[in-house]
């Protein structure tokens, strides 16, 4: 009896010390799957109230002041204001009637027998009827409601048309009197046919040569001239700010 004791106490002892051994490093796997890993929470939905104004956007204006190369200078204001609304996703995003000021950034005047007038403008910030404000960077990109100009350049400068050919023109039909004066004058001075051919030439010449040393014509753009803008950049607008706000009834 004594004996059987002794060996279940052995054996329990024996149990007890293989329960507590650790396991080795390299041991299998337990077969109860690992946890997966925690999936990423989903980035935040992008604000539905933003729109974006894309780059190369053209917005028809009507300009609220005259300009001219005769007196502007660089460095002052332009005022104008959209013609047109501008729509995204069938949302107004620009109104009609939103404000647009810009500045002027050169002034050429035509010259003397050469050179043509022009100027530059750039748009700076347009103003929402709500007073909401965004910062531009446009330019010109076409002058459909002004005559004889067009845009020469990426940077949106406004030139002249040349009117060399019409000076020309001008004084041709003008020199007849100066051909005829010049004819009596040289008849009378040297006498005869020759004397008279010679002061004519000399008459026309003179008349034509008067004209191309004219200054060029000015730049003019009348209040209300057509004038098209373009963004030059993507514009990121919040369409909360863009209604004006209605009175409590």
Known sequence: MRVAWTL???????????????KP????????????????????????????????????????????????????????????????????????????????AHVERAGHGKGRAEILMHFTSMIYPSGYTVMLPASVENT???????????????????????????????????TMGGATAGGLATGGLNGARVGAGVGAVAGIGWALLKRGNDVKLDVGTSIEMEIQRPITVDARRIAVARATP
Do not use: C, H, W
């Open 8 to 22: 279940l106490l052995l054996s329990g002892m024996a149990l007890g010390q293989t329960a507590d051994t650790p």
């Open 25 to 104: 490093e390299n041991a299998a796997p337990s077969s109860i799957p690992a946890a997966p890993a925690a999936t990423p929470a989903p980035a935040a939905a992008s604000d539905p109230n933003a729109f974006t104004i894309p780059a190369g956007t053209k917005i028809p204006l009507s300009l609220k002041q005259a300009i001219s190369t005769k007196n502007a200078r660089e460095g002052d204001a332009v005022y104008a204001e959209t013609a047109f609304p501008f729509v995204v996703d069938n949302r107004v995003i620009v109104p009609e009637g939103s404000y647009i000021q810009g500045k002027i």
């Open 144 to 178: 459909p409601g002004a005559d004889n100009k067009s845009v020469k350049d990426s940077e949106g400068t406004i030139q002249q048309d040349s009117d060399t050919g019409k000076k020309v023109e001008d004084a041709a039909k003008g020199g007849v009197y100066g």
